[in-house]
């Protein structure tokens, strides 16, 4: 992918980076022109809408279909505004283009199949769409090859406009985000493909709305060129993806609270290194909660088998043998046993719980 274009739209400010908003679904043609009348008032220039959905499990809301496409074409005509739906099939392909859908996105389900990327590709071909623009999410689960696979196969049917979407990678269990960010991924995409545009998905990513500005500000500060946001007039009362959802008006104020730095941040800026302290914090939080899981289930074998929970034996070597591996790691021996004999008590009160059933 040598020959890559520049994605740029009449109308649009080259320099600064590229902001696509809009609901996660389009619902009714009153909450597409109402979300995307909002949105032009504070200036957002393309509009997003997710027509067809895939879903994980049958019978959920699996868009409105073609029908929606007639409500993205209002969105033009009304607003002057440019229109991004995502698409997964060449029936998907073929009637967005026939509509005038001005940027086609692909989503993380379809990006991880070969077959469905391919039959995609061929459309696109098939339909003389060099001129489209195509923005590819990566895969679910965290596969940098598949993700470029995926793209190159858009690039082989003859179109130069491609991005790349990042919307963070699935994970088992819960954690603070929705999708785990693994930035490390898309920078090494940007270090191999650097004339790639990279849109970042922080809605996706975060899975709740409070995330939204934190993870725009990372994308911008690591350089990414834009960012992808999910707003409905009535985030709530959405019928897909409700929690992620911000308003028009919320959306503006966060967009208007992002710094854009001038020139290239280096890893000894301070702003990113506290960023990243931001993110090991998570990280450990994250490890901290999967530990307190495998204590409850101690805890419960214990009950079952009538053992006492503090162990003594058991104890004592934990915290000798980790405060001796944290002081080989720079530690002080100090701060290794405070930090370990918080995380007994906290596992100690987590098998009580379990012990007197008041674990859910």
């Known amino acids: 992918m040598k020959d890559l274009q520049p994605i740029t739209l009449p109308g649009i400010d080259a320099t600064k980076p590229l902001v696509i908003a809009g609901p996660c679904s389009a619902e009714s043609r009153e909450q ?90 061929d459309t696109l071909a098939e339909e003389n769409a060099s001129e489209a623009i195509v923005l590819v999410k990566n895969p679910v689960n965290p596969d940098l090859e598949l993700w470029i696979g995926a793209m190159q196969r858009i690039y082989n049917a003859g179109v130069r406009r491609i991005g790349a979407i990042h919307r963070g990678f699935s994970t088992y269990g819960k954690h603070l985000y929705r999708n785990m960010p693994q930035w490390h991924i898309p920078i090494e995409l940007r270090l191999r493909f650097p004339a790639l545009p990279i849109i970042v998905d922080p809605s996706h990513i975060g899975g709740k709305r409070e995330l939204i500005a934190p993870l725009s500000q990372q994308a911008l500060d690591m350089g990414f060129n834009g960012l992808i946001i999910e707003s409905h007039c009535s985030p709530d009362e959405a019928w897909s993806d409700a929690a992620q959802q911000v308003t028009p008006e919320i959306l503006n104020f966060i967009l208007n609270t ?35 899981r495998v204590s409850r289930e101690i805890g419960q074998f214990k009950k079952e088998h009538r053992m006492s929970v503090v162990q003594a034996d058991r104890y004592n070597d934990v915290i000798r043998t980790r405060a001796k591996l944290g002081e080989e790691m720079g530690m002080s021996p100090e701060f290794m046993k405070t930090v370990l004999l918080a995380i007994h008590d906290e596992s100690v009160r987590q098998q009580i719980e379990v012990l007197n059933d008041r674990v859910k």
């Open 32 to 121: 597409v022109l109402c979300t995307a009348k909002e949105l032009a008032a504070n200036g957002i220039k393309i509009f997003r809408a997710g027509i067809w959905k895939p879903r994980t499990k049958p019978g959920g809301f699996e868009g409105v279909g073609a029908p929606g496409l007639e409500w993205l074409k209002e969105v033009k005509e009304t607003t002057g505004m440019y229109t991004a739906t995502e698409v997964a099939t060449r029936q998907h392909v073929k009637e967005a283009l026939a509509a005038g859908v001005d940027i086609l996105w692909i989503g993380a389900r379809t990006s991880a199949n070969p077959f469905a990327m391919q039959e995609i590709a």
């Open 258 to 292: 992002l710094v854009v730095r001038d020139s290239h941040q280096t890893t000894e800026n301070l702003t990113l290194l506290r960023q990243q302290i931001d993110r090991i914090d998570n990280e450990l939080l994250e490890v901290l909660a999967k530990r307190m």
